[in-house]
Every structure is written in structure tokens, then in C-alpha cells.
DNA sequence: CTATTAATGTGGATGCTGACAACATGCTAT
DNA sequence: ATAGCATGTTGTCAGCATCCACATTAATAG
């Protein structure tokens, strides 16, 4: 009884064929222009043209699609950070500064993500990939860290705290950066200066 | 004690005679309890024992209510910070170390309140109001900076730069230190010794 | 002290949203 | 072909934000 849906749409098939990951895309995009509370599923669907209810067959419920999205940013975090640790060669200090660059620039260059792992009400609902990925993250980073100690960065200071330096900074850092609050109020907020100053004072290239 | 009990028992009178107040100081019990998502006008009014839509008269929506919320804790959050400052006394490094650390206690102590300030949709409604808060903590703060930078604390980096460098610390610290997954991804995270360390990193006691 | 007005609270209506359930379609493997 | 499964559709319901007309109280002017 579908002649109905042949006069709506002409050439579509009843399937989508993409639609989780399409979900996901468009979510990312609209809260990178109107934020995270202005998600709706319902819209979602709207954009995609298909029915209203077709997103419960990927995500059970708006936290769900949250929560995947978050996943999918921590693992792009992550590789991100550490592929550019390898990339910056062998000398560890320099290792470390470009993972605490790399990482920040992330922030930076993936607001919407970034605006989603740092959302309370996201990550309360981080599940066990979460935490693995973060697991991993700190392990890459102490790992860099005490390199960095072995010339006599910070020689010290126990290793969990330089790292928590790092990721406040990080975290802080991306909250500053993307709040419009800050960026009106502060004069000329370059995020690439300020992230070379905050990467220079984290672990700075001469001796202290 | 309270008018509002009164008036939630017997003593019916029509007015509620105090429920602006008293919708904030339940909005931020809400959020530090379930999380700005889980924040809704009706249930609000349910607790109170008002009508669905008496909140409109003090707040035409939502996203006006947590303004107003973030309006106050921006001022709380300078006044305590400012006033940490002074108690310490005349030394210039111990008044900006001082206010460091209040400004970080301040975020974890009102966790909800610090969750509202942080919060991008929230933030993206600030008015007049907050962005002259966010002025005046800046001066107050270059002032000490610029006092530190005396006694030859980084004293050739920007102003600026010093500043944000607190902001984003600050504001870091709030974030991981209050976020599920970072507290129970890193063992024996302590609020106290992280925020030690990080004002010892960012104004240290002795010249570096 | 009273009458008028502004402030505050009530109750109902509407439209959007999340969530669930029952049904339809197309793919795949046997 | 056909059974089973993944995916998409329609229908429905409750909760919520928001708007509106109306009721009650508080404040104030005369």
C-alpha cells in the first residue's frame, strides 16, 4: 500500500544504507553551530529524510548518540596525540611538547567534539571504551613524561601530576578558547600563540 | 522556618512570596544532583509546590534562569577570588598565589555552579553584566601579575599570557577534577595536593 | 481608607520532543 | 523460495516549553 511514499520520494530506497554514520556527522555539525543543548532527535531525522523514529535502530536514546560520539572523539584524541608524539622524533622533550600541542590543537580544531567529552552530562555516561581509551592516553603520556624527567624536566614531581598539569591545561585550555565569553572579552586571543606560551611553560625547551 | 514551608503545608496564601530565590537555589540542588540536561521549568515548579508556569514570571525560559544563575556565580566567583587576595596580605607572589587557589577551590566547592559557568549554551547567552565581571576579575588579576612580575616572576612574559595561563588552569582544573570518568580513571586524585601543585607551577614561592 | 494599577500566580492550549510498540521492507544465507 | 535479521515506517503517548487569558495579592496614589 507504499504508492504513497513513491509520490514523496522518487528515486529514494526504502533503506538509507549510511544513516548511523550520517547520524552522527550531522549531530557533530549542528552542535558545532547551535550547541549541544539545541540536539533533537527528531531534526536529526528530519535532515537525513527519514522518519522520526528511525534513529532508535542505532541509538536507543539522545544520550546514546552522545555517548558514541564522545567515544569516537576520545579515540581521535588519542591517535591524534600520540601519532604526533612519534612524529616529533626521539628527543623526548620535544616528544612531549608535541603531544601537549597536538592535543590542544585538537581541542581547538574539533570544537564540537571537544564541547561534547567536556559535557558533564556526556560523560557521565562514558562507558568501559571510555575509560580503556583514557587508560591508554595516560599511559602513552607518563610514558613521555618520564622521558622528559630524564632530562631534568621537572625531575621531582611525581609523574600523575605532571600529567594532570597537561591535561588541565589541555581541558582549560579548550574551554577558554572556544567560550565566547573569553574570546570577546580577552584582546586579540590567538590560539596558536597561547598554546605555544602554555606548551612552553609546561615543558619548556631549556632547563629550569 | 522558611515562608516557603508555610506556604507548602497549610498556610496557603496565593503568593509564593519569595520564588526567584527560591527557584535558584533549587535549580543549582538540580544540577549538582542530576546535571544541567536533567534541569526542566516544570519539575521546578512541582518542588516548589507552584503553578507550571509561575517560573515564566521570573524567567520567560530556560536558558534565562541559568543566565541569571551564571550572573551570580560569576560574581561570587570574583568577589571570593578578589577577597582571597587581600587577606593575604602585602607580598605581591603570595596575593596571586592566594587567589589562584581560591578561584580553583571556588570551582570545585560549587561544583554546580562551576558546571553553569563552563556550560557553552549557557555561556552563549552572557550579557553586559557578566562580561564586565570577566573585565574586572582581569584587572584585579594583572594587578597581582603585574605586582609577582616584581619580584621577578616571569617578568618579561605578557600580562596576558600569565593571566590565561591562570584562567585556563583554573578553569581546567574545574573541569577534570569535577568530571566522572577523570576521577575514576586516575588513582587518588585529591583536589587539595592538584591544586598545590599547580599554583606552585604557575607562581612558584622561590625565583625561578 | 479606598480605588486603581502593577506584580505575581493559575489553568488551559498548542506544538515539539523522547520514547515505545506494531508493522513494512529489503538483504542474505540456506 | 523462504526464513531470519537488520533497518526503516507509522502511530501513539507522556513530558516539557511557551503562550495566553484570567485570578489574586501588594503597592500606591488620592
Avoid at 596558536?192 to 615543558?203: A, G, K, N, T, Y
Amino acid at each position: 500500500m507504499s504508492v504513497a511514499y513513491d509520490v514523496l520520494n522518487d528515486d529514494d530506497t526504502y533503506h538509507h544504507g549510511n544513516l548511523r554514520d550520517e547520524l552522527i556527522d550531522t549531530a557533530v555539525d549542528v552542535i558545532g553551530r547551535e550547541g549541544v543543548a539545541a540536539l533533537s532527535l527528531r531534526a536529526l531525522a528530519r535532515d537525513l529524510g527519514v522518519s522520526h523514529s528511525a534513529p532508535t535502530r542505532h541509538f536507543k536514546n539522545k544520550a546514546e548518540l552522545l555517548s558514541a560520539i564522545m567515544e569516537e572523539a576520545y579515540e581521535d584524541m588519542l591517535t591524534t596525540t600520540v601519532d604526533a608524539g612519534y612524529l616529533a622524533g626521539d628527543n623526548p622533550v620535544h616528544r612531549l611538547r608535541a603531544m601537549a600541542r597536538a592535543c590542544m590543537r585538537w581541542h581547538v580544531d574539533n570544537r564540537a567534539l571537544s564541547e561534547v567529552i567536556r559535557n558533564p552530562d556526556v560523560s557521565r555516561t562514558a562507558g568501559r571504551n571510555v575509560k580503556e581509551v583514557l587508560a591508554a592516553f595516560y599511559i602513552h603520556s607518563s610514558r613521555a613524561i618520564l622521558g622528559a624527567q630524564g632530562q631534568s624536566r621537572n625531575p621531582d614531581r611525581p609523574v600523575e601530576f605532571v600529567y594532570l598539569s597537561m591535561i588541565v591545561s589541555v581541558v582549560g585550555a579548550a574551554s577558554v578558547l572556544t567560550d565566547p565569553v573569553y574570546v570577546e572579552t580577552l584582546p586579540a586571543l590567538d590560539a596558536d600563540e597561547l598554546i605555544d606560551d602554555m606548551v612552553d611553560h609546561l615543558f619548556p625547551l631549556k632547563d629550569g
